[in-house]
């Protein structure tokens, strides 16, 4: 069991920042399998995913909508995910969550390939708002 909670949405206006945390809690075994991703979903949209961080390195991923823009850290010693959110735009307002992913979805296969399936615990989910 991995449980995740996110914290840090708000309102921000266009152009604006926020910051995102996720602190993760299970047993160390279940902690070690799985990656750590972003998704959003906005009303009447798919969730989809943001950014994911995976291997020992720390190598990250991100949707194209989002480089540049957002970028995805970690404590490991805290147990904790990170997502610095920059410029931003009215496209990016979402309940955004964080997620307990296997491995094989944050890869450089396969989060080009399926991003969604290979999730297996998600956060509650937190709000963000951009304003124009």
């Known amino acids: 069991q991995v449980q995740l909670v996110e914290s840090g949405g708000g309102l921000v206006q266009a152009g604006g920042s926020l910051r995102l945390s996720c602190a993760a809690s299970?047993?160390?075994?279940?902690?070690?399998?799985?990656?750590i991703g972003w998704y959003r979903q906005a009303p009447g949209k798919e969730r989809e995913g943001v950014s994911c961080?995976?291997?020992?390195?720390?190598?990250?991923y991100y949707d194209d909508s989002v480089k540049g823009r957002f970028t995805m850290s970690r404590d490991i010693a805290k147990k904790m995910v990170f997502l610095q959110m920059n410029n931003l735009e009215p496209e990016d307002p979402a309940v955004y969550y964080c997620a307990a992913v296997r491995p094989t979805s944050c890869s450089s296969y396969g989060w080009y390939v399926d991003r969604i399936s290979g999730v297996d615990y998600w956060g509650q989910g937190v709000q963000v708002t951009v304003s124009s």
């Open positions: 961080i995976g291997d020992s390195e720390g190598t990250t």
């Open positions: 299970g047993t160390p075994g279940d902690l070690s399998v799985y990656a």
